[in-house]
């Protein structure tokens, strides 16, 4: 697929393109519908100046920083997302990367959960070498997470500590230490239709096996505080041409769903989404465990209708 083709699919109306990737989603993903949970383990303080964050130290924002938590506290919070039916549990740290100790910390509380084998353990913790990757890959780790968060046309309008090819690196040398491959982004942070068109063929290229989408939620203190939404239409072409272009990627529907998508949000599992976080986000409270849950199963029942 090229970007022409990718521009052409926005250009589709909606409810057409809705249903192009529907049927991508059925024919590759089957009824396949999966959940995670993540644990913020290491909150604030990030050197990094990403314009849409509040953990950045370069913006005054209104968050409770901490250094990285125990693994007994990693671990307590797996069994709460394996109690609540989460596929997948993630350990999620700020900062560039981690030091050997914090590193060690992580693997010890993915040795463990692996070893109890209840929930499959991810992890985002930032840049890494290679032999980071490979002792994380030995500890149990199944899954590494890390956004190219825009494409790479946008991408020096919200970041400049490091470079989009920085973030193509560090996937490379996880997926190098055989780890699967959770990578997807932000949409909404004034981007264009083409920025999103190539975000969505760069995607294709790196071809990871999740697709987080998240959409932007202003936070006060950063600057993209004030950033206009994306209209909802604008949100479910985004998600359905992303399913076309990575027809295989489960695509996950992450922070921002409830609040931009609103009353549309179950159209989105009709345009190609096909997983979703649960039990909140780094920084923002999601909707209630119970909600997430009662929807999952009426999208699952209307998908078999």
């Not at 949100?235 to 990627?249: D, E, S, Y």
Request: hydrophobic share 40%; aromatic share 6%; glycine share 8%.
């Amino acid at each position: 697929m090229q970007l022409k083709d990718i521009l052409e699919l926005f250009d589709l109306p909606l409810a057409d393109l809705a249903a192009k990737a529907d049927k991508v989603r059925r024919e590759n993903m089957g009824n396949h519908f999966e959940t995670c949970t993540i644990c913020n383990a290491k909150c604030g303080k990030c050197s990094e100046d990403c314009k849409y964050c509040a953990q950045s130290a370069h913006y005054a924002t209104d968050i409770a920083d901490y250094p990285l938590v125990s693994c007994e506290t990693m671990l307590q919070a797996a069994d709460e997302a394996a109690a609540i039916g989460s596929n997948r549990y993630g350990i999620i740290t700020s900062g560039k990367g981690l030091v050997d100790k914090e590193l060690e910390e992580v693997a010890s509380a993915i040795s463990a959960i692996a070893q109890k084998g209840e929930i499959t353990p991810c992890a985002s913790l930032g840049i890494l070498d290679l032999d980071g990757f490979k002792r994380l890959k030995d500890s149990g780790l199944n899954r590494y997470h890390h956004n190219i968060e825009t494409a790479s046309s946008y991408f020096p309008k919200i970041t400049s500590t490091h470079s989009f090819e920085d973030r193509l690196r560090t996937i490379a040398l996880a997926r190098e230490a055989g780890l699967s491959i959770c990578c997807g982004g932000i949409i909404g942070m004034g981007e264009s239709r083409e920025d999103r068109a190539l975000m969505a063929l760069e995607l294709a290229q790196i071809a990871p096996d999740s697709i987080p989408v998240n959409v932007l939620m202003p936070i006060a203190g950063t600057p993209m505080e004030n950033c206009q939404p994306i209209s909802v239409g604008e949100a479910l072409k985004t998600i359905a041409v992303f399913r076309i272009a990575n027809p295989k990627a489960v695509i996950r529907l992450a922070a921002g769903r409830e609040t931009v998508l609103k009353d549309f949000m179950g159209m989105a599992f009709f345009a190609g989404a096909n997983a979703m976080m649960v039990g909140g986000y780094l920084t923002q409270r999601g909707r209630s465990v119970e909600e997430d849950q009662a929807f999952a199963r009426e999208v699952i029942a209307a998908w078999s209708a």
